[in-house]
């Protein structure tokens, strides 16, 4: 086996070494892909593995893949021989003989046969004799000493860690297809080039200029820049440059960034500012934040005022100074060699129960087990501070009295000439909220007693103290004020999480002194939660503060559990871009800061729906992500009151394996799913149950999307009259976003989108404040047909000029994989076996669906886990005698411990779950609509009289065969229910897919 590995990656290095232009060194984290050649320097350290993704590579129909280690599949006649033999003899055979020593792991289904009978002894001597074993999704089986081994009917075995497969790492080396290579995990890159950058093999290159899209080319054979005054990659799928040895960035009048030393000279500039930079005089003031590389010293602050520099604000721990200076003067800044990074100033944007039941909250208090552990009494926050960065704290709210420790309003000169001076903070306040209302509502999600409505409006974490941060009017200065306030004083406060529900327009950058700050404190032991934005729904929206690894990002979902039509997503396939997880965020009742307060900054709320009278003057509602990340920073204050050893890498792991899929949203969309807090808090009292496990599979379902920009169109608007483009929406298309944008003018434009039938489906009119260059529109659609859609722009209002605007379509396609048993179905039913894999709730068993395959009960458990028709749950001991391995029991102890009762009826808590026998259709109907939460209609919802066999359903589940064949769930056969008979697969997948759609 090891001269297989070993031949395999020999074959790979020599077919992908062979060019120059490109030389890996050793990179810190670069991905290349549809590079056409890189040349290798210092191979003797790199190892090529399947570590955290696939390691794979196609020539001559061998294929070398996998997430768990290394699959070799449909390879005809490859034969290594070695001193014990081994032989491979095809895609549904491999004998291996004399081997010592065999791991095999992640395998979907291993079969093993013998004429003489299998012998199985385990750790404590029991002994099991068998002619035949099938083993599922094992997590390792060792066969040692085997003379003659055969494994058939194998569709893809996994081997790991045999003489050769060696996980190197957190990333790994990725090599896929001949066009495209993905180097992670190694030290640097060189690029070299006489005049520029080559860049070859391509996917595709949109280039814009003053006047729209000047070429749009697509899988270009090789690009050249040269002599660029200034390049800005967005929306990049594949184009990752860190830790480079030698990138020059010119434009901005003469600051360069060399990257020579990721620990001296200038790594970032604001895009922003560099323009203002630009466009600037030489005797033009500037706001600008200077990053350092380490603490500010006093040389530091000397050299700036040699430059001439004659005051500003020095932060005490973030290494950054907040300054005014000239062009000249900045440009002098730039050249230091301790200078990390230059910002330009900016103001952020605030991203403005029984509402709160779907994240498992009121769960908490009930368990008798967290309470156990926790000394008897409910978890609730105690012992942890929550900092509020936002617009301030009303101490004096009834639901807040006794709850606040510091209330701070960060002052300072705004860089005046008087000195280098630190921040001046205002301790001690007691309302630093008295206008906005914004952070006295999110302090209240939080911790807020509900004392002013007899504890319905309480908060997450009641037992939790807050220190507020009032950042005004959330200027970037006074954010970073805040920040380094929590980086000098927050430990003396016992501060564990700070609350940021505010964000900013424009990309991330680790430069960014806002991410520098969060990573600070994320590594101080302090957790960051950040609301995801409100620029939803189109791609490209996140708040690039909260994509940042080291913080918690968070979108929002709807008062019916979908995800809100404004919560900002990420991007496909984008390592970055997407939100950990979502929580409700839709007219979610909060404090009102004072009775004079009418509202919070963010989306209109529903007070005269939620609210009584008596309610009014101490509870608004409002609706934003920024409502969605305190119930997070609160799930934390309980998880850490659990285990206060939890790092913020600890927390964000099991926030995420703990959260509820939302199967009819991709990751880049709302992250791992919604919030579980109940499971979240289980896991941190109670680490050794690691919830979740079923998510490590979920990448079995071989789906791949592809993003690209499939079509450009210019066109001339006049007043009055709509001007067409027809838009081409390929098969398989998952999302398409149809996008118009226009140069600097008093227009204002509306985007109207048509179907084939000239019915309209899709409009996008936001007001677009006149003289702010770069105004857009984007209508997305979700899973839209293949065909024609006509795009039509027109002026907002009859006034107006003529003018051109300029449109993309961006669309991403699925790949499904290839399923041998496919074609045998009906074209409806491959459709809904593909919809099922790409929603993650179905997974292939090999390169095979087996659709008529029947589903045992442990699987139809898991399925309903991973629909997130059910949140997760793990209790102390095994809850059924024939469930004992920790996977099968997170799935069947989930549905059965479900809040609104058990879905398997017919099995009770101690005894047997049957999990190896065979879903009945009856009990699939009854699992179906308590998932669905339908209960209430079971007793006014009669069977159809044409069902022949109704007397063969139990009298007590008639209600629920009924409501379950009138939604949908399940079907007749012909003129019987037939509830004894077994649910295959095909049949899970179409329920399944029904389920989610209601």
């Known amino acids: 086996m090891k001269r297989i590995v070993s031949f395999m990656l020999l074959l790979a290095i020599a077919a992908n070494s062979a060019s120059a232009g490109i030389s890996v060194v050793r990179s810190s984290g670069i991905t290349l892909t549809g590079a056409d050649g890189i040349r290798y320097v210092g191979m003797n350290g790199i190892t090529l593995t399947g570590a955290d993704g696939f390691l794979s590579y196609r020539s001559s129909g061998i294929t070398l893949t996998g997430a768990d280690g290394i699959t070799l599949t449909g390879a005809d006649g490859l034969t290594s021989t070695g001193s014990n033999g081994s032989t491979y003899t095809g ?29 199985l002894t385990g750790a404590d001597g029991q002994q099991y004799h068998a002619d035949s074993i099938v083993v599922r999704r094992p997590n390792g089986i060792t066969l040692t000493g085997a003379d003659g081994i ?3 009917g194998a569709d893809g075995i996994t081997l790991t860690g045999a003489d050769g497969a060696t996980r190197v790492g957190l990333n790994g080396i990725t090599l896929t297809g001949a066009d495209g290579i993905t180097l992670t995990g190694a030290d640097g890159i060189t690029l070299t080039g006489a005049d520029g950058i080559t860049l070859t093999g391509a996917d595709g290159v949109t280039g814009f200029g003053s006047t729209g899209v000047i070429f749009d080319h697509t899988n270009p054979a090789g690009i050249t820049l040269t002599g660029a005054d200034g390049i800005t990659l967005t929306g990049a799928d594949g184009i990752t440059l860190t830790g480079a040895d030698g990138i020059t960035l010119t434009g901005a009048d003469g600051i360069t960034l060399t990257g020579a030393d990721n620990n001296t ?18 005797d033009t003031n500037l706001n600008a934040v200077v990053v350092y590389h380490g603490a500010v010293t006093d040389d530091d602050i000397s050299t700036l005022q040699q430059i001439g520099i004659a005051g500003g604000t020095r932060m005490r721990v973030l290494p950054a100074v907040y300054l005014t200076a000239t062009k000249s003067q900045l440009i002098a800044v730039s050249q230091l060699a301790r200078v990390r990074s230059i910002y330009g100033s900016r103001t952020l944007t605030f991203n403005s129960d029984p509402y709160f039941e ?62 280098f001076n630190y921040p001046l903070p205002a301790e001690n306040l007691s309302n630093t909220d008295p206008v906005s209302g914004h952070g006295t509502f999110v302090g209240g999600v939080i911790a807020g007693s509900g004392a002013a409505s007899a504890g319905r409006f309480g908060g997450i974490a009641t037992g939790t103290r807050l220190l507020g941060l009032s950042a005004g009017d959330a200027s970037l200065v006074h954010v970073l004020a805040g920040f380094d306030y929590l980086l000098d004083r927050g430990a003396s406060y016992g501060v564990r999480v700070v609350n940021c529900s505010f964000s900013a327009n424009t990309v991330f950058d680790v430069n960014d002194p806002v991410n520098v700050a969060t990573k600070m404190l994320s590594e101080r032991g302090v957790n960051v939660v950040f609301s995801a934005g409100n620029s939803g729904p189109g791609n490209s929206t996140m708040n690039p503060y909260a994509v940042a690894p080291w913080v918690v990002g968070i979108g929002a979902t709807d008062a019916a559990g979908k995800l809100a039509s404004y919560s900002s997503r990420g991007n496909f396939g984008d390592e970055l871009q997407h939100p950990a997880l979502v929580a409700p965020g839709t007219n979610i009742v909060g404090l009102r800061s004072l009775p004079t307060v009418t509202g919070v900054s963010g989306i209109a709320g529903a007070d005269s729906q939620r609210l009584s009278a008596d309610d009014m003057p101490y509870y608004t509602t409002a609706t934003g992500t920024s409502f969605s990340a305190p119930q997070v920073a609160g799930a934390i204050a309980l998880m850490l009151e659990a285990n206060p050893t939890l790092t913020p890498a600890n927390v964000k792991d099991i926030l995420s394996r703990t959260a509820t899929p939302l199967p009819r949203y991709f990751h880049h969309e709302a992250g791992a799913g919604m919030l579980n807090t109940h499971a979240a808090v289980l896991e941190a009292a109670f680490p050794e149950r690691h919830l979740g496990a079923f998510r490590s599979t979920i990448s079995r379902n071989g789906i791949r999307f592809t993003t690209r920009t499939s079509q450009t169109f210019v066109q001339t608007v006049f007043p009055n009259v709509a001007a067409s483009s027809n838009v081409a929406i390929p098969q398989n298309t998952v999302q398409a976003s149809i996008n118009i944008a226009w140069d600097l003018s008093a227009n204002d434009f509306g985007l109207k989108v048509y179907d ?29 047909l293949a065909g024609t859609m006509r795009a039509a722009a027109r002026h907002s209002s009859f006034a107006g000029i003529a003018q051109q605007v300029f449109g993309t379509v961006e669309i991403t396609q699925v790949e499904f994989p290839a399923m041998m048993d496919l074609d045998t179905l009906a074209p409806n039913l491959v459709a809904l076996a593909e919809k099922s894999l790409l929603s993650s709730v179905m997974l292939p068993e090999g390169r095979k669906f087996r659709p008529n395959t029947v589903v045992t009960r442990a699987d139809f458990a898991e399925s309903l886990v991973r629909a997130g028709f059910v949140p997760q749950y793990l209790a102390a001991s095994a809850m059924f005698t024939d469930v004992r391995d920790r996977y099968s029991r997170n799935a069947v102890e989930s549905v059965q411990s479900n809040p609104a009762g058990a879905l398997f009826v017919d099995s009770t808590t101690g005894g047997r779950f049957y999990p190896h026998n065979s879903t009945t259709k009856l009990a699939a109907a009854i699992a179906y609509v308590k998932a669905a939460r339908l209960d209430s209609l079971t007793s006014s919802t009669a069977l159809p009289l044409t069902i022949d066999d109704a007397s063969a359903i ?33 049949e899970l997948a179409q329920s399944l897919n029904t389920l989610i759609g209601q």
């Open 91 to 119: 895609p549904n055979g491999i004998t291996l003989t004399g081997a010592d020593g065999i791991t095999l792991t992640g395998a979907d289904g291993i079969t093993l046969t013998g004429a003489d009978g299998i012998t």
């Open 150 to 152: 055969t494994l058939t």
């Open 265 to 282: 000279g200038l790594q970032s500039l604001d895009p922003e500012f560099a323009v203002t930079l630009n466009n600037a005089s030489d």
């Open 358 to 419: 779907p994240t498992g909250i009121q769960r908490i208090a009930g368990d008798s087990e967290i309470r156990a552990e926790n000394g008897g009494v409910p978890v609730t926050g105690r012992n942890v501070t929550v900092a509020v960065l936002d617009t301030g704290l009303n101490a004096q709210h009834a639901d807040l009295a006794g709850r606040v420790v510091q209330n701070v309003r960060l002052n300072d000169l705004q860089s005046a000439p008087t000195g």
């Open 756 to 784: 084939e039938s000239d019915v309209l489906v899709g409009e996008s009119n936001y007001l677009n404040l006149p003289g702010i260059t770069g105004r857009r529109e984007r209508v997305v659609f979700r899973n839209p």
């Open 954 to 986: 139990p009298a007590q589940w008639r209600g629920y065969v009924a409501v379950a064949l009138q939604r949908g769930f399940v079907r007749v056969d012909g003129n019987a229910f037939n509830p004894s008979r077994s649910v295959t697969r095909i």
